[in-house]
């Protein structure tokens, strides 16, 4: 990691990381966006994310459970952007990391109210970095790619019909979104919370 983002930055991901409990051992093996994410997500309190709250409450059920994506796939998300855009969405987050909890907080919020359009804005505000061109290309591959990736897999789903699909809440509103996809492929979509 020190070689790809120089001394400073690497300090300043060893001093941030250490606020969350991740020792030095650690960081230093890390590719630049996997600090990126951790430290864009707040901390869990439970240390279980919902995602995986719902996989074990499926199978303890006995319920079939079918992945949307692969982890690989979910990986590529971020390790297939050129090193130079890790590093400049790690600098930026660094930066910025006063502000996140707040900005987690109001779209946990936005969540609550279900408030996909404050979502979507949220979402865009947080990814419009210093440098725009990058800000839509990372929407562009961790939002709106994957969508149409997820829609493509949930529609032969949805015609068999008793399906629950969980996904991320930014993975609904905009127009690339999952409601919209879905609405385009025929579906009607409804909300139930």
Known sequence: ?????????YRRCVEAMADRGMPE?????????????????????????LGFYLYRLAVQKGIEVIGLE?????????????ETDQVALLVD?????????????????AYLQRDLRKLAELSNQSLSLS???????????????RNRRIAKRLEPLMYEGGLFAAVGALHLPGEAGLLVLLREQGFSVDLVY
């Open 1 to 9: 990691m020190k070689s790809v983002v120089g001394e400073e930055i």
């Open 25 to 49: 051992i650690a960081v230093r093996l890390f590719k630049p966006w996997t600090v990126t994410t951790m430290l864009s997500v707040p901390p869990a309190e439970t240390g279980e994310f």
């Open 70 to 82: 692969t982890v690989q796939e979910q990986l590529d998300v971020f390790d297939g952007m050129p």
């Open 93 to 109: 987050t660094l930066n910025n990391l006063d502000q996140l909890p707040m900005l987690n907080q109001q779209l946990l919020e």
């Open 131 to 145: 440098d725009e061109a990058l800000g839509y290309q990372i929407k562009q591959r961790v939002v709106d790619d």
